[in-house]
């Protein structure tokens, strides 16, 4: 029976030819249509089919044209099949022989991972007391989060926050000693566990009788310590122990002290602690045990340095801190670059500085030379009294003389920056930042500058290093200062070892416990559309554009290629100011006009209309659904202080998003009227804490009067949350089932125990 067949090879043999001679068959084609076989055609033998050429009509099914079907007469010898079903028949066989293949190559994958697990669980033995340790894990409660941002170099606000785990330390006292005792004295004792080293000496020189004091606070120490320690397994508290004390706190956290076989020897550890004068160095032990554990996650949501006077010691509690990570700002990427030898950053990062007098940071924090930008200054500027520069916020700490060549160098480094600025946009022009380019637009010889079709009076028209033909060349002079200022920055080991910290537990983003936590916004239009962003020639939006960004800050500083080197490098000016940037989210960053234009409405940053949907559901669902969320999740945001003293809330959408930025920076507090939101979420919900101004530590200590607080419930859980539902339980439960795999590879022999 002839049967439409795709054609053989044309002249692959005498009898094809004479069929299609006698036959008047159409003519073979030079490629085959659907199948064809490799060798030449003989009666009775095997047949190899290849597939070629074939289409697919809408429901899915195999096709080939008519016109290239050839009838095939009976005495060449093929084989009566229906195409349809050899086509059908071959994608059937080949999709089992797949599923086979890849049933076998994921075995082979399980057991190869399997085989390395079986390295740390050698038997069934171990497996299984990993397995129920593990399972009892997951029904711990939930470790206590807590969620800061915006800190701008507070860092005695901050190390009374850190102290007092925003009131959670607080709420332990109140707890464990109880109404019976008064409340002055559960403060005085909050006092000693938040400052021991520099309570102690105040709370010995009160008492008469030290011994019994010793042994009433060293009692209630431990009754603390137990309590935020009930959270976690005694295996991650014995990590936490300081050395010198690990076996002896671990005995007392879990000594029962009604038990009387054991009374006199917990006893005698305390007069032992005692008699050979330990007490102060236990009691500080014991303090900084009980803030380690009251803590099990710390977020920083960005903004670190600048305004500030001591972002550097910020960094340095960070880098000791047990588990913590950091979502950068804008303040922070600009201080990457300046790290990363960035020229603009590194001008940026001066003038912030300068600008809050706050120069001291880089010479006694970071070591970093200002005399040749200050001999530039008096050099240049010696009689311009640069009003326009003057400090702002914490800059009244410096004398008049202080405070004068504080504002030449201001001016002299922030002309430095917009030279470089302008230099940066010419360059990278995908940047799409050519209306900040601002010097070619001033006509030096009347005084103005024409923005937007407008012409404006500058306030200040002093410009002796700027050459009208060429207004964005530095003169050799400030070359030279910028070429130290550039060698000081990428040899400050410290400044180096804290930006490794922000690289290596710092993202743009981060996903933890059904939270999605970022500074900025995330760039949208009007209508809440992710907004198309182009990054060196393409174009990247919502997530994307986020991880595409975090790739080149790492390549700032590990790329091998000096052409993506330099591209990372540039992109954290570019994260630091541009409108698009997910960081800043306004219009423009109007650094030029609030110095030298009076006009209001020049000073205006337009934000990005991210902040205008905040409170849209739709939205927001979006933006968590972007970033793998669903509905329930929370967006935790950081960059724009809230207006409490306006009645603005920091809690928006009907509690899915929540702003944290209420003003930690002592600049910004008379505008926000508090000094900063921080946020718990412990096992029991989220609650938002609203804190007062931070006047001092020294009366924090003396008057033992803490920040005072208010707390805002967010959300409470239905019912009180375990590890078992955080990511970590996700995590747990992973290798939960990874193990009961491996048990099942040992009792079927899979695997052999190692004795």
């Known amino acids: ?13 005498q009898k094809w030819r004479a069929a299609r001679a006698t036959r008047s068959c159409p003519p073979a084609p030079q490629r085959p249509a659907c199948f064809v076989r490799s060798a030449p055609q003989r009666r009775g033998q095997s047949w190899q089919w290849v597939e070629a050429n074939m289409g697919h009509d809408l429901s899915g099914r195999l096709k080939f044209s008519k016109e290239h079907c050839t009838i095939f007469p009976a005495r060449c010898g093929i084989m009566a099949l229906k195409a349809d079903r050899a086509i059908f028949s071959r994608k059937k066989t ?14 082979r994958k399980d ?3 399997l085989t390395l697990l ?16 593990l399972q009892a894990i997951l029904k711990l409660p939930k470790g206590t989060e807590h969620f800061m941002s915006d800190l701008h170099g507070e860092a005695e606000a901050f190390t009374h926050i850190m102290n007092n785990a925003s009131g959670v330390i607080k709420e332990k006292v109140d707890r464990v000693l109880g109404e019976e005792v008064s409340e002055a004295e559960r403060a005085e004792f909050a006092t000693l566990i938040y400052y021991p080293n520099r309570k102690l000496d105040e709370l010995k020189a009160r008492q008469t009788d030290l011994p019994a004091w010793y042994r009433k606070t060293l009692f209630r120490l431990i009754d603390v310590c137990r309590v935020v320690s009930s959270k976690h397994t005694r295996s991650f508290v014995r990590k936490r122990l300081p050395k010198n004390y690990a076996y002896i706190l ?8 009604e038990d009387h076989d054991k009374e006199f020897y917990y006893n005698e550890i305390l007069n032992s602690i005692l008699a ?16 380690t554990l009251a803590v099990f996650k710390l977020h920083i949501l960005g903004d670190i340095f600048d305004r500030g006077p001591r972002p550097d010691l910020i960094m340095e509690q960070l880098m ?14 600009v201080w990457m670059g300046a790290a990363a030898g960035q020229l603009a950053c590194i001008a940026t990062v001066l003038r912030n500085s300068a600008r809050y007098g706050n120069l001291d940071i880089l010479e006694d924090g970071y070591g970093i030379n200002m005399l040749p930008l200050a001999t530039l200054a008096l050099n240049v500027y010696g009689d311009d009294p640069c009003l326009r520069f003057s400090t702002k916020g914490s800059g009244s700490h410096l004398n008049q003389s202080e405070d004068e060549l504080n504002r030449k160098m201001h001016k002299a480094i922030a002309i430095i920056q917009f030279k470089l600025e302008g230099q940066l946009i010419a360059k990278r022009k995908s940047f799409g930042m050519e209306s900040r380019r601002l010097l070619d637009k001033i006509d030096y010889e009347k005084g103005t500058i024409l923005l937007e079709g407008r012409e404006y009076r500058l306030l200040d028209t002093h410009f002796p290093t700027i050459d009208p033909k060429n207004p964005y060349k530095l003169t050799e002079d400030e070359k030279g200062v910028m070429e130290r200022l550039q060698a000081a920055f990428l040899h400050c080991d410290k400044l180096q070892q804290h930006m490794l910290l922000l690289l290596n537990r710092g993202s743009l983003y981060k996903v933890f416990n059904n939270n999605l936590l970022y500074h900025g916004c995330v760039p949208m239009d009007e209508n809440g559309k992710f907004l198309k962003i182009n990054i060196y020639g393409k174009s990247y939006s919502g997530k994307k554009l986020y991880d595409v960004l975090e790739s080149y800050v790492h390549k700032a500083f590990f790329a091998i290629d000096d052409a993506e080197k330099e591209k990372g490098k540039d992109i954290l000016w570019y994260i630091w100011s541009s409108p698009s940037s997910p960081l800043f989210g306004k219009d423009k960053m109007a650094t030029f006009e609030r110095y030298f234009l009076e006009e209001p409405e020049t000073h205006k940053e337009k934000k990005n209309p991210y902040y205008a949907l905040l409170n849209n559901e739709k939205v927001m669902n979006r933006i968590l659904a972007e970033f793998g969320l669903g509905p329930d999740a929370h967006i935790v945001n950081g960059h724009v202080p809230v207006l409490q003293s306006s009645g603005e809330s920091p809690v928006k959408c009907g509690g899915k998003v929540l702003v944290i930025d209420g003003g930690f920076s002592k600049a910004y507090q008379a505008k926000t009227g508090i000094a900063g939101y921080t946020l718990i979420y412990n096992s029991y919900g989220m609650m938002l804490v609203a804190h007062k101004p931070f006047t001092s530590t020294e009366e924090a200590i003396a008057n033992e009067t803490d920040i005072h607080s208010e707390r805002i419930m967010v959300e409470m859980a239905p019912h009180r949350m375990h590890v078992g539902d955080t990511d970590n339980g996700k995590a747990l439960k992973e290798r939960i089932s990874e193990l009961k795999e491996l048990l099942d590879a040992y009792r079927s022999g899979r695997i052999i125990e190692k004795s």
């Open 276 to 291: 050979v004068g330990r007490a102060d160095d236990f009691i500080e032990a014991l303090c900084e045990l009980i803030k």
């Open 1 to 13: 029976v002839p049967l439409p067949f795709s054609p053989l090879m044309q002249g692959s043999s």
């Open 94 to 107: 080949n999709e089992r022989t797949n599923a086979m293949r890849s049933g076998a190559d994921k075995l």
């Open 118 to 133: 079986a390295r740390e669980y050698p038997s069934i033995a171990s497996a299984c007391s990993e397995i129920i340790n």
């Open 250 to 257: 671990d005995e007392l956290l879990h000594a029962h002290f």
């Open 320 to 333: 000791d801190h047990h588990s913590v990570d950091i979502q950068w700002g804008n303040h922070d990427v």
């Open 111 to 113: 057991l190869k991972y």
